[in-house]
């Protein structure tokens, strides 16, 4: 029988990716990611306020408008954040230098964010990356004024982005108890914005036995102006594709049935070996209830050893147009715009276009966009394979943080892998909780990692967690440890 | 007006029993219990319902002890609803009054009483009951409504007691399906704190704390006034659970073993040699280590004490005078007045039930105190809606010529 490597799909290597949080609020998101371990993406923090810069636990910062603004933040002008970023050019040019993939975190509304981010979404698409644009909304309480700044802001993304993220802060908050602290709330967005852009990496750098690719994202993200829709769950156990998938329903984006209005939704399961084709088909029986029958179904599957039995499931989506965002409709036109030409406010809105179509297909038009395999060739590159080592090192979380503790998918341990790919698996390995996964920042706590103790009659219930404390365990065994 | 007994059903959907008190309250608000039909509850964990089949069945069969021992047709009932995810919050509305008005009307304290019930709640949550605490009126507190003094600024502070929405449906349903009505429902500390506390206890400072099967729910009375309520999901069921786990004995030993030989107190003597049970048929004895069994009894309980203590207002345990009182089935165990003083300091109280006529035995069990608290509860509520007498009420009393 001939063995036929799998592997050898036209992938990006993680070492190629990079994360840039951009002003304030992309301050906090590269933080929380670095807290949460990346394990080989390079993380890159831009901001103009010194302060910021200084207190960020990321390594590779950069600050901008250093003579302009004189380590000051951009005072929420975003011509000031534009001009600032602009004096930092050549630095900025010669960190991305190189990477296939680039993530811009940024929270518009501000100055630096809203100025900066889309100069330097061009910036990087002239180098040569494929950019995607994590942008959070202001909330409505921030006023006209910034939300006005912020539209903008987006409206300049999407002609320069390849493919654009939008989390609206309004709705985040809604994902957090009220009672909860102000605190808590964007803690709890953080954490889930960071879980989403693992999610993107994962699936757009592991070969899979179904493989998604950057162009799957891309039709699953929608129009560049929609609210993005994720979700994500794992689950262990007998039957784990339906609790998976019961838990990924019930991230806090997803668990108002929001799915039912989403026209492409992309689907990424992850099992161990024991994946079985049942429980994929189980899998996809149960989405169903949640999606609408036509929508388009972008499934992935991958194995992941690392996983041992556990199954973990993927759900981005994004809302079918800008619902909460006025200029939306006014995007198709400025996405034929070539990347150098700065945006220009259409004069008159074009008539309201067909919501998926005309959306990516105008993407190849834009003069950076090369085919995809050309963007991502087999990246072999050794140095690129040394970095890896020391960035888990760096970013790998404390054990005690982590909660409930998905891998990544990790590429099959194929015998007939190029040399390349068989180095990973080796390189996964050291970090069995990679991964913290805590979206569930909705009034349930998460799990602890006490599955192993037998819980008698309690077997099988969600964990009483009181205080911190998971009250149907014995405090005569719990005290003891 | 007439006045005639009246008769009230209290019904207790409990993690270990599901049991109805049939309550006869005489003209003179006498308490007497006709009767209590109770049966072991099934599909009920940690206070709350999960398998709707099995509990209806159990509360049917109830309701016909109940109606047997009663010898009466019950229509309608009170119903006491815990669970962890009620919970009880002070809060205080303020209302000042318009300009060229110095007196305090009605209105204006109504809408105090409104802006204070508007407490914000979770989504998905419910009121169950707005307790008004006391009034205050230009920062001096009132015990009752301040309507007609001179004032500027009127407050009302009220305990709100809220829960999840659906869940309080469900269980209101499953008495629905009896067919039974809910007359009221009330989360359970509060109920059994009618039974458990006078009016002296209330003014002194109380702590009423209630260790069923599946849950502990309690209620702190400060200066008359409920000042905290809750309910933490542990009981007497995660004793046995412990104990199964500790000792890998079958449930059914580990609770036999709970209830005849297990100490809460933490008195190294009652921890000396080992506790037996014997088979019926003679084989195989249990034998667990004293040390062993009453520690982690202890450890239990111990948890489940500083649990409510932390959950109560900070100080608040030194403001209490009365005492604290322990009901429900778990504060049976042995030593448990023991570790509850070591806990809090304060005197312990099993709560005497007062003047209520009937079966002695059963009122006297701290078992039923939240049943019977319904009862308590019913009156008080009955009371308070009969005192005002309406348009019809007042027209008959002038046609009346005995007074009433």
């Known amino acids: 029988m001939i063995s036929h490597s799998r592997a050898n799909r036209p992938i990006v290597d993680p070492a190629s990716v990079k994360i840039i949080g951009l002003g304030g609020a992309g301050a906090n998101l590269l933080e929380q990611v670095a807290l949460d371990g990346m394990d080989a993406a390079g993380l890159l923090l831009l901001n103009a306020d010194a302060r910021v810069l200084g207190a960020c636990v990321v390594p590779e910062k950069i600050q901008l408008g250093e003579s302009l603004l004189k380590g000051l933040g951009a005072g929420g002008d975003p011509e000031l954040g534009e001009k600032a970023l602009l004096e930092a050019e050549p630095a900025l040019r010669r960190s991305i230098e190189g990477h296939e993939v680039v993530f811009i975190c940024v929270g518009l509304g501000g100055g630096t964010g809203s100025g900066a981010a889309p100069a330097f979404a061009r910036i990087a698409r002239e180098a040569g990356a494929f950019v995607v644009v994590i942008a959070t909304m202001p909330f409505a309480f921030e006023g006209k004024r910034r939300r006005d700044q912020a539209d903008d802001a987006l409206a300049k993304l999407s002609a320069h982005a390849s493919a654009l993220i939008t989390f609206d802060n309004n709705r985040m908050g809604e994902t957090v108890l009220a009672k909860q602290g102000a605190h808590d709330a964007f803690a709890a967005t953080d954490q889930l914005i960071g879980e989403s852009i693992r999610a993107i990496t994962r699936i757009v750098t592991r070969p899979g036995l179904i493989h998604l690719g950057l162009d799957d994202l891309i039709s699953a993200l929608g129009d560049t102006a929609s609210p993005c829709l994720f979700g994500s769950g794992i689950a262990d156990g007998k039957d784990r594709s339906s609790v998976a998938l019961r838990k990924a329903i019930a991230s806090p984006l997803l668990d108002q049935g929001l799915l039912k209005e989403a026209q492409t939704v992309l689907v990424h399961a992850c099992g161990g070996e024991d994946l079985t084709l049942l429980e994929i088909e189980l899998l996809m029986q149960g989405l169903q209830k949640f999606v609408p029958e036509d929508a388009h179904l972008l499934f992935g599957a991958a194995i992941d050893p690392s996983l041992g039995s556990a199954l973990s499931l993927t759900i981005i989506s994004s809302l079918p147009d800008g619902s909460f965002l006025p200029t939306a409709r006014e995007l198709p036109a400025a996405r034929e715009l070539p990347v150098e030409k700065t945006f220009s406010e259409p004069a008159a809105k074009p008539p309201a276009q067909p919501e998926e179509a005309p959306l990516f297909a105008a993407t190849p038009s834009i003069e950076k966009k090369a085919p995809e395999s050309e963007i991502f060739p087999a990246p072999s590159s050794p140095a690129a394979d040394v970095a890896e080592p020391s960035g888990f090192e760096l970013f790998e979380p404390a054990p005690t943080t982590a909660q409930q503790t998905e891998a990544p998918p990790a590429p099959e341990p194929e015998p007939a892998a190029p040399p390349k790919r068989a180095k990973k698996p080796s390189d996964a390995e050291p970090d069995p909780q990679k991964v913290k996964l805590s979206v569930k920042a909705t009034g349930t706590q998460s799990e602890l990692s006490l599955d192993s103790v037998p819980r008698g009659r309690f077997e099988g219930e969600n964990p009483n967690v009181f205080e911190g404390e998971d009250l149907d365990l014995p405090p005569f065994l719990r005290k003891k440890k | ?404």
């Open chain 2, 1 to 404: 007006m007439a006045r005639r007994s009246k008769i009230h059903v209290g019904i207790e959907i409990g993690t270990s029993k599901t049991c109805l008190v049939v309550g006869e309250v005489k003209p003179d608000s006498a308490i007497k219990i006709l009767g209590i039909g109770e049966t072991k509850s099934a599909g009920v964990r940690k206070g709350e319902i999960f398998d709707y089949a099995q509990t209806r069945a159990c509360l049917r069969d109830a309701l016909a002890k109940a109606e047997d021992a009663a010898d009466v047709e019950i229509g309608s009932v009170y119903l006491a609803v815990t669970g962890s995810h009620i919970q009880g919050v002070n809060h205080r509305g303020t209302y000042r009054l318009p300009d060229g008005e110095p007196v305090v009307g009605p209105e204006h304290v109504e809408e105090a009483r409104t802006i204070a019930r508007e407490v914000h709640i979770p989504a998905d949550h419910v009121y169950i009951h707005p307790i008004i605490r006391n009034y205050w009126l230009d920062g001096l507190e009132h015990s009752t409504s301040p309507v007609g003094l001179f004032g500027k600024t009127v407050e009302a502070d009220f305990h709100v007691v809220h829960g999840i929405g659906t869940r309080i449906q469900n269980s209101i349903k499953l008495v629905r399906e009896m067919p039974l009505e809910v007359d009221d429902i009330v989360f359970s500390p509060i109920a059994t704190a009618q039974m458990a506390l006078n009016r002296e206890h209330r003014e002194n400072g109380a702590l009423v704390i209630d260790i069923g099967g599946g849950t502990t729910d309690y209620a702190l009375y400060l200066g008359g006034v409920i000042t905290a309520s809750g309910c933490i999901p542990v009981g007497g069921d995660h004793v046995t659970n412990d104990i199964h786990l500790v000792t890998n004995l079958p449930f059914s030993k580990a609770e036999q073993l709970k209830v005849t030989e297990g100490d809460a107190s933490g008195d190294p003597a009652k921890s000396v040699g080992t506790a037996r049970l014997h088979d019926d048929r003679g084989f195989a004895e249990v034998e667990v280590s004293r040390a062993v069994l009453n520690e982690t009894i202890r450890q239990r309980l111990e948890e489940t004490l500083r649990l409510v203590l932390r959950q109560l207002p900070e100080g608040s345990i030194d403001a209490v005078g009365a005492g604290v009182f322990l009901t429900g089935g778990t504060s049976l165990m042995r030593g448990f007045d023991e570790l509850a003083y070591q806990v809090f300091g304060r005197d312990i109280y099993r709560p005497e039930p007062p003047e209520i006529s009937g079966i002695q035995a059963s009122f006297r069990d701290p078992r039923y105190a939240t049943a019977i608290g319904l009862i308590r509860y019913a009156l008080i509520v009955e009371a308070e809606r009969v005192s005002p007498p309406g348009f019809f009420g007042r027209i008959a009393r002038m046609f009346w010529p005995f007074g009433n």
